[in-house]
């Protein structure tokens, strides 16, 4: 944008301090935290700051905060180490201050904040953008002055990007908790719809490709009527196309995955919405209970199954296509022969069981998925965000649990 490169200076001449006023706020706030004067921080203490500025466990960063300041990493935080990360925070918080005031008149106006939002892909209304405003505008003069911005954000340890802040200032303005309140990123409500159709689309691509040779062998042993045996099944495919034929169908597998994962996904942060307003309590509009998940994942998961059906079927088919002279029909091919020989009801063919199987499967998954992952954040990561590893493990134990119960359908659906 043409702007000189922030420094110190330029912070404290926005903050109206002198350096040794800052210091004193620094200091101020490090003994606030070391309430035993033993000259440094460790998640005891950030955890119990956090909690006298009333803070529920569910929002506050402590281990990230702590792993924030922890500059060599030996689990405490001197004064050193409290001030650089200040520092570095309040440079931060300079730097976007300065992108969204694009004015320049050292405040941020609610049209400004508002088109800085549009910019990041977020929409929201009038009622709430002045909700906004008055959360971080502390005199109440209509405007948010950098010392208002910076104390508002100073605590929060993870980096401040727009998209990070506005998932802040929704939190807060749901819960109101406090002066220094930190939220978990999620998923807010009014980002653009086309985030949750790209995010959806390419993890259910890859997904579905890492497990293809999977979804082929279990196709295969689903058509068998005799007893049928894991091995026999894999030399079969081996034989009759080679490593290729473990990836039979997946071209069409992937086309199809990724709009049905982006429209599930889509759909239920769209129905978690409606259960919040339905029940009318805003206050609780991030946890709508283990019941208003299970309904709203199955009625999403209803809503993927029947738009992606036809290419579902068609994928089927070619899976368990029996082959002559060793030749795979094309896709265009395959798709021909069903319209003119079944007609185009064909591709709904066994859409009823498959939607009896998926509701109770995309319930139990997304449903189950949620709550394993609140259960890791509040018992086994002291309140810290859960990392791919952890998000791998509750999403394997949820797709377990919900594929287990509704298999019997999936075999009656592909017979």
Known sequence: MGMKKATM?????????TKETREVRIRSLFDFFDRENLGFLDYSHIEAGLSALQIPSEYKY????????????????DFQEFRKYMDDKELELYRIFQAIDVAHNGCILP??????????????DDEELARFVERVDKDNNGVITFEEWRDFLLLYPHE?????????????CVVDIGEQTVIPAGIGKHIH?????????????????????LDRLKVVLQIQTTQSHIMPAIKDIWKKGGLLGFFRGNGLNVLKVAPESAIRFYSYEMLKSFIT????????????????RLLAGG???????????????????????ACKSGRIPSLG???????????????????????LGIIPYAGIDLAAYETLKDMSKQYILHDGEPGPLVQLGCGTVSGTLGATCVYPLQVVRTR
């Open 333 to 355: 091919t395959l798709s021909k022969d069903i319209w003119v020989q079944e007609g185009p009801r064909a591709f709904y063919r066994g859409l009823i069981p498959s939607l």
């Open 299 to 321: 009625i999403a998961g209803a809503v993927a199954q029947t738009a992606i059906y036809p290419m579902d079927l068609v994928k089927t088919r070619l899976q368990t296509h």
């Open 9 to 17: 200076d330029h912070v404290l001449l926005a903050s109206q301090e």
């Open 111 to 124: 049209e400004e904040l508002w088109e800085a939002l549009v910019r990041a892909g977020i929409k929201i």
């Open 62 to 77: 402590a281990k990230d905060l702590l792993n924030a300041c922890d500059a060599n990493k030996d689990g405490r935080v």
């Open 193 to 213: 719809a086309s985030r949750y159709l790209i995010a959806g689309g390419v993890a259910g691509a890859a997904s579905r490709t890492a497990t293809a040779p």
């Open 277 to 292: 307003r339905a029940k009318g309590d805003e206050a609780k509009a991030a946890n709508i209970g283990a019941m208003g």
């Open 160 to 172: 401040a990007t727009i998209e990070n802040i506005y998932h802040y200032l929704e939190r807060i």
